[in-house]
């Protein structure tokens, strides 16, 4: 399989197909993605070294009228990557988190996926490979609703981790799909989602939005309705901000949750010049340190919801440690 250097393109397979190459790619990646992806469940860590947290890493509370906002900024520094962690059907985010402790001191939930056949709607790209694909889902590109924003939806924004020959460390970027990289840089990892929060065009490009007659046809994640939301951007000098906006307790009588556009201010205003909305709802939630922040409640209690995927912060330096 060839670095992924130019815009991914593939199509639908058979499950046997599909099976063999996500045989293949499990083949391929390399050790440290072995180490971390596949760690051995008698591998998990102690409650010791789930407090194993470097001081540049924290959880922030921020209060907001409409929300309760949890942030995570993740440094640019050589001890940590950006991650996909993918279920083989969905699982909740903690159990995601589970799959490469006990490396992982971060994550959020990440991609789009159709609950009804537990396949996802969005690319995910692991160590330069396509680890899953949209187009192996067959109850999505052959819904004959879908005909029509197909060709928009399959090239939805994503965020992503680039490996570039003229810089050090990593180098992150929102851009569409079928968006070559930067000269000189390859897509390590990515994950699909959306929309770019700061694309003006991208509600209507990304076909979350429609309009016929000067009315709106389509809504999916209700673009304009106040609600838990996830986010993922890149500030100007290199951080990582992974943001999720919990939904506040009903009997506070406050407007509950937060529309796109005012997911997109928070994002301006902790410093982003990048920004990638997530899978939002239900869906929505964040990890740090062995504590889960969910997006909803349900009868006074966290809401969990099973999740395809997501992006998991891990600590390089334990990874390799452990390997040698």
């Known amino acids: ?3 992924l250097n130019r815009p991914l393109q593939d199509r639908p397979d058979n499950g046997l197909v599909f099976l ?8 391929i990646l390399s050790a440290m993605w072995v180490v971390t992806v596949l760690w051995p469940v008698a591998h998990a860590e102690s409650a010791a070294s789930l407090r194993n947290v470097p001081n540049d890493l924290s959880i ?20 940590y990557e950006i991650i996909p962690v993918v279920s083989r059907y969905t699982e909740p985010l903690p159990d995601l988190v589970d799959k490469v402790r006990p490396v992982a001191v971060a994550g959020i939930n990440a991609g789009f996926f159709d609950p009804r056949n537990r396949q996802t709607t969005s690319y995910v790209v692991a160590q330069e490979h396509i680890l899953v694909t949209p187009m192996n889902n067959r109850g999505f590109v052959e819904n004959p609703q879908m005909f029509d924003y197909l060709p928009k939806m399959l090239n939805r924004s994503e965020f992503r981790v680039l490996t570039c020959k003229d810089q050090n460390g990593y180098v992150y ?6 968006d070559e990289p930067p ?17 003006a065009d991208a509600q209507i490009d990304e076909a979350f939005v ?12 209700g673009v304009d309705r106040p609600n838990a939301r996830s986010a993922i951007g890149v500030d100007a000098h290199g951080n990582v901000l992974l943001v999720m906006a919990a939904m506040k307790s009903e009997d506070e009588g406050v407007t509950n949750g937060l529309t796109l556009s005012e997911l997109a201010s928070v994002m301006r205003r902790q ?3 990048k920004a990638l909305a997530l899978d939002g709802g239900s869906s929505s939630a964040i990890w740090f340190n062995g504590e889960t922040y969910a997006g909803k409640q349900a009868n006074s209690k966290p809401l969990l919801r099973p999740i395809k995927s997501a992006f998991v912060v891990i600590r390089k330096d334990i990874a390799n440690a452990s390997d040698r």
């Open 1 to 3: 399989m060839a670095p």
């Open 183 to 199: 000269h000189k840089c390859t897509i390590l990892h990515s994950i699909q989602a959306g929309p770019d929060l700061f694309d």
């Open 20 to 27: 063999a190459k996500l045989i293949i790619a499990a083949l």
């Open 210 to 221: 429609d309009y016929k007659n000067g009315q709106k046809v389509r809504d999916p994640i």
């Open 173 to 178: 970027d929102v851009a569409r799909h079928r």
């Open 271 to 273: 410093g982003a010049v």
């Open 60 to 79: 922030q509370s921020l209060d907001n009228p409409h929300a309760q906002l949890y942030l995570i900024k993740v440094p640019p520094s050589a001890r």
